[in-house]
């Protein structure tokens, strides 16, 4: 699901970084990345990330309403990342965004609405049992609502609060966070709402004049009171299956680096931008807000096999800014640069208006896509460049 905060509704470029992160759950890595010096410890607040995969949803009403982009959104299958949160003496499954900054879940009893007739009856937001009874903390009634949408049109509303919040064994004690009592979502049935581990900036685009006084989000509480470094990083394997004699796993690492072993050759290091950094979204700051990169090319390359490089067909250097989006399933690019990708399909891959999608043959040779930061090319998977699981009714297979 795209959750990624619709600060300003505009065409975003983003990225995911569900790429081919292959965790062996080794606890003991040999050799941690050196940089600047500085040798990145493996945290021991590793949480295993859970992967569920969600079935297809329609594009609704509302995803064109709300969300200007070029294409209509689609969620064709979903993937979620997801853990535990200890919230008060509850626990509460949620999906893990680096595209928003607040945490939030559904209160017991909670309003499910839909924008569409849904010939089923009852509307189905796809959500887990959520927080019951009161915050040990209380309600923070001076405020605003708590109100957030996202660029899939899904949104939330409700209220804030204080309790201690856990991930692990590190804890935001008197942490701000909101119940949502009234939301159109599409959830995975699993989880119960959302940890936002982008910058505080983003909390403060809220209310009518989008200029509240940003409070500080999970993660910032957590290190603001040194229970753990200033760093988080996070690890997404392809499946959770056994690869190799190992369990691929999955990892959101508090104050270092996931126990999964780190490719030295492909360590690469690049600045976090301000909100400045995407023209489109009209933002006057250099503040941070979302995890915002600029990529030193985007590479595409005939033959190759996803992981070693092939033939050079396209080199682009434009410093696009991308937006790593951990709640995203789709990647947004520059229209050039997609359609660019998708002529050097053998045959081509063809877009059709009807579906807002690229369809190629299920046979079709897939090239090399990459994106480089410093002198590492991180390759897209091809297995995501065009998937064999989802056909259009002629039996093409998309993107
Ligand atoms: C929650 O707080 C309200 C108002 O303070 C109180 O009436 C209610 O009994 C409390 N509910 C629980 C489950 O403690
Ligand atoms: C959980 O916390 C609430 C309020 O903080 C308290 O009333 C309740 O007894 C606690 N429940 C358990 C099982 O500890
Ligand atoms: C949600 O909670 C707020 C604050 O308690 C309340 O004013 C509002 O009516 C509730 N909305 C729904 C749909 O329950
Ligand atoms: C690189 O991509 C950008 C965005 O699509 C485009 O504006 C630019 O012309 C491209 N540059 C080259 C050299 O193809
Ligand atoms: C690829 O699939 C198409 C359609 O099913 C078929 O006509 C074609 O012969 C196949 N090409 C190869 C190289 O297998």
Not at 77 to 99: H, R
Not at 176 to 205: C, E, F, I, K, M
Not at 263 to 281: F, L, N, S, Y
Not at 325 to 347: C, H, R
Request: hydrophobic letters at 35%.
């Amino acid at each position: 699901m795209n959750k990624l905060l619709l600060v300003a509704a505009s065409c975003l470029v983003s990225l995911t970084t569900a790429g081919p992160f292959e965790g062996t759950g080794s606890q003991n890595v040999a050799h941690a990345p050196v940089r600047d010096g500085l040798r990145y410890a493996v945290s021991t607040h590793a949480i295993p990330m859970r992967k569920h995969d969600v079935t297809a949803s329609m594009s609704h009403p509302a995803m064109h309403r709300r969300a200007n982009l070029p294409v209509p959104l689609k969620n064709i299958y979903d993937v979620y990342y997801s853990i535990d949160l200890k919230v008060g003496n509850q626990t509460i499954a949620v999906s893990v965004d680096t595209g928003s900054s607040d945490t939030w879940m559904v209160q017991q009893p909670y309003e499910c609405v839909s924008f569409w007739f849904d010939p089923a009856g009852e509307p189905d937001c796809g959500l887990g049992v959520g927080f019951k009874g009161n915050l040990s903390g209380g309600l923070l009634p001076d405020l605003p609502p708590f109100s957030r949408s996202y660029v899939d049109g899904t949104f939330v509303s409700g209220f804030y609060g204080v309790e201690d919040v856990s991930i692990g064994d590190i804890t935001a004690h008197n942490q701000r966070l909101a119940l949502v009592n009234y939301t159109y979502w599409h959830g995975d049935g699993q989880t119960s709402g959302l940890l936002g581990l982008a910058y505080p900036y983003l909390t403060s685009l809220d209310g009518a004049d989008q200029n509240q006084p940003p409070y500080s989000p999970v993660f910032t509480t957590m290190w603001e009171s040194r229970s753990i470094d200033p760093l988080f990083s996070i690890a997404l394997s392809r499946s959770q299956e056994i690869s190799g004699g190992t369990q691929q796993e999955s990892y959101l690492a508090l104050g270092g680096l996931p126990p999964v072993d780190v490719d030295e050759k492909t360590w690469a290091g690049t600045p976090i931008h301000g909100m400045r950094a995407v023209p489109q979204w009209g933002f006057d700051t250099d503040e941070k807000g979302m995890y915002i990169i600029k990529p030193d090319a985007f590479v595409l390359e005939k033959g190759g096999d996803g992981t070693d490089s092939g033939e050079v067909l396209v080199k682009n250097t434009t410093q696009i800014p991308i937006l790593i989006d951990a709640g995203a399933t789709l990647s947004y690019l520059p229209k050039g640069l997609v359609n660019e990708l998708y002529a050097a399909f053998d045959p081509p891959a063809k877009y059709m208006s009807s579906g807002g999608l690229f369809y190629a043959l299920c046979n079709a040779t897939v090239p090399n896509f990459g994106v480089q930061i410093e002198e590492s090319i991180f390759y897209m998977a091809k297995e995501d460049l065009l998937r064999q699981t989802a056909r259009d009714p002629t039996g093409e297979c998309r993107r």
